[in-house]
T-cell receptor, first 113, second 108 residues
Framework: NAGVTQTPKFQVLKTGQSMTLQCAQDMNHNSMYWYRQDPGMGLRLIYY???????DKGEVPNGYNVSRLNKREFSLRLESAAPSQTSVYFC????????????FGDGTRLSIL | GQQVMQIPQYQHVQEGEDFTTYCNSS?????IQWYKQRPGGHPVFLIQLVKSGEVKKQKRLTFQFGEAKKNSSLHITATQTTDVGTYFC????????FGTGTRLKVLA
């Protein structure tokens, strides 16, 4: 059972470079989420998608864009990476109505030099 | 905006001692979830509470949802080394806001 799959697992970027983090779920969930977790901190919501075709900003959306490509896939793009975006990024999915347990991927550890 | 705070931030206990973490929201919650994250891992869902005053148990873990649905607690009886990790609460309606987490260290 794959659950939520994130790629890549690790990435090092230089300031100003762009990249896309990929996330796919095989549980037929409507809702998907992107979080960032900084060392010793909780999870902060970047963007979420309540259903296919919709996306909304979370707590910390600046510097990021998202695409809900289809029901399975939800990608996160950094257009011009900054050192402040060094973090661990988690993707999650859940049933939408009612809002159910979130299933997380293994995370992407991103370092920006 | 909605804020969810947890106390304490850190807790070190001797193996066999009890442990409690508290979650407090600035607004009334429709429901609350609890997650555990092991060091280097991802959050794993533990339980969801929906009703005012609800109490649920999972073996040594007891979860409570406050009467006013603005606070919750997780109590672990007789901690074991396998309980090590960070415990998060998360509350919300159409999206969840995570609490700041409580990092538990169990000393053998």
């Amino acid at each position: 059972n794959a659950g939520v799959t994130q790629t890549p697992k690790f990435q090092v970027l230089k300031t100003g470079q762009s990249m896309t983090l990929q996330c796919a779920q095989d549980m037929n969930h409507n809702s998907m989420y992107w979080y960032r977790q900084d060392p010793g901190m909780g999870l902060r919501l970047i963007y979420y998608s309540a259903s296919e075709g919709t996306t909304d900003k979370g707590e910390v959306p600046n510097g990021y864009n998202v695409s809900r490509l289809n029901k399975r896939e939800f990608s996160l793009r950094l257009e011009s990476a900054a050192p402040s975006q060094t973090s661990v990024y988690f993707c999650a999915s859940s049933e939408a109505n009612p809002l159910g347990p979130q299933h997380f991927g293994d995370g992407t550890r991103l370092s920006i030099l | 905006g909605q804020q969810v705070m947890q106390i304490p931030q850190y807790q070190h206990v001797q193996e066999g001692e009890d442990f409690t973490t508290y979650c407090n929201s600035s607004t009334t919650l429709s429901n609350i979830q609890w997650y555990k994250q092991r060091p280097g891992g991802h959050p794993v869902f533990l339980i969801q509470l929906v009703k005012s005053g609800e109490v649920k148990k999972q073996k040594r873990l007891t979860f409570q949802f406050g009467e006013a649905k603005k606070n919750s607690s997780l109590h672990i009886t007789a901690t074991q080394t396998t309980d090590v990790g960070t415990y998060f609460c998360a509350g919300g309606d159409y999206k969840y806001i995570f609490g700041t987490g409580t990092r538990l260290k169990v000393l053998a």
